[in-house]
């Protein structure tokens, strides 16, 4: 087997409902704030349904949540990184406001539209992640979600095939991979590194499996040479 496909391990699971927050960034008025970031370790099976896990929600539908979004997915091997560059920071399962944190796989072993099989319940990669203000409001640092961008170091979201019950323990099995040039850690240099490469934007737009939301964006890249505006979500700001 070779790197890119090796197999992983569900570390823990993490599961949480909206809250309002009063916690603000450093510098801003102090504001209220909805969110479903805190996530809190689910010891013991724990049902996958197709749209999230059980006792698990977001904030902002919008943007979070939905059949391609339902799990959202981090590697606990960037811990190590994470705790050298945000001293002070408890970094835990959960950490980043995933539900699955994961051992032994990283953005440069999963690839877009691969199939997983995890307890009883099988996934397929949508997307990465593209983190938000949110995750710089939960831990003071104004740039967090920007340099959690520019890292690479995201994570990625899952679509779910086959609901069924899930635990912390057990062991990620590959059982397809259809877009193997395709790494959750390609398509983040695509979309937020490489912009201007117009040719490498038209085939990750054509990934069937890719998510409808990055299809389209790269669509619009494509056609019209629209950039997405990241002020949003990247600040909270226009």
Known sequence: MSECQRDGELVSVQAGLPRTC???????????????????RVDGPVWLGLLNLQGDGQAD??????????VCAYSADHFPFWRRELSGVDIQGGAFGENFTISGLTERDVCIGDVWQVG???LQVSQPRQPCWKLARRW????????VQQSGCTGWYFRVLKEGFVAGGSPMELVERTYADWTIEKANHVMHHDKANLA????????LLL??????????????EVQPNEAVRL???E
């Open 61 to 70: 539908l919008v943007h979070h949540g939905g059949a391609n979004k339902a």
């Open 200 to 207: 490498e934007a038209a085939r990750l737009a054509a990934v």
């Open 235 to 237: 600040n909270g700001s």
């Open 140 to 147: 003071n640092f104004n740039d967090l979600a920007l340099r």
């Open 211 to 224: 998510s409808p939301n990055w299809r389209e964006a790269l669509f619009q890249r494509v056609r019209q």
């Open 120 to 122: 009883e319940a099988r």
């Open 22 to 40: 009063p916690c603000s960034r450093s510098g801003d008025t102090a504001k209220p704030w909805t969110t479903g970031f805190f996530k809190s």
